[in-house]
């Protein structure tokens, strides 16, 4: 049963601004990169469901982090189907997140009051959501269906729109800055987050200084 309600996981993704995007079958890598990223001050992290026994890693993993990262809200990400996303929740996933918009994940999250965060590349497909209960909609792939000015620009006529972007999505402070100016609630970030040579070399010191440096540039372009 998930821990936190989906009021609170949706106004932590939205206040903290990031939501790191990570898979790993190794379990040890996956605590390492989890604590990295609670220690760099995240508090809503996207584990995804790509890969074999991806449900047994998140199980120990969402059990490990109630009690060593108390105040991280763990979501599972990747997820197209009802039957999927009823799986991770009996393992206590707070949020769920998918690449597409699948109504009936909507019933099965919305019966547990679970946050349902689905992939949505048009306006019409926001809409939708949001009439099907979404507190937040995620764009995807964000770099691809218009970038920053589609946000911008959906966000004019739905000023009440909580946007996540994921996909193109860098922490820089050029690319970072341009997504807050054009008004998304939050971005998830993945790979760009994560380097394949920071992981290999376990160095995790390098994911916490990474997480300060892109919350402080988020907190910055917020306060412009």
Known sequence: ????SRIKACQVMTETGIVPVFYHSDLETSKQVLKACYAGGIRAFEFTNR???AHEIFGELNKWAAKECPDMILGIGSVVDAGTASLFLQLGAN???????????FKVCNRR???YIPGCGSVSEIGYAQELGAEVVKVFPAGNVGGSSFVKNVKAPMPWSNIMVTGGVEPTEENLTKWIA???ACVGMGSNLFPKEIIAA???ES???LCKTSLDII???RNK
Request: aromatic residues 12%; proline residues 6%.
């Open 1 to 4: 049963m998930a821990r936190f």
């Open 113 to 115: 009051q679970v946050a």
């Open 51 to 53: 890969g074999d026994f």
């Open 202 to 204: 376990k160095d995790w």
């Open 207 to 209: 994911i916490t200084q």
């Open 182 to 184: 054009a008004g998304v």
């Open 95 to 105: 949020f769920v997140v998918g690449p597409l918009l699948n109504p009936d994940i």
């Open 219 to 221: 907190s910055k372009a």
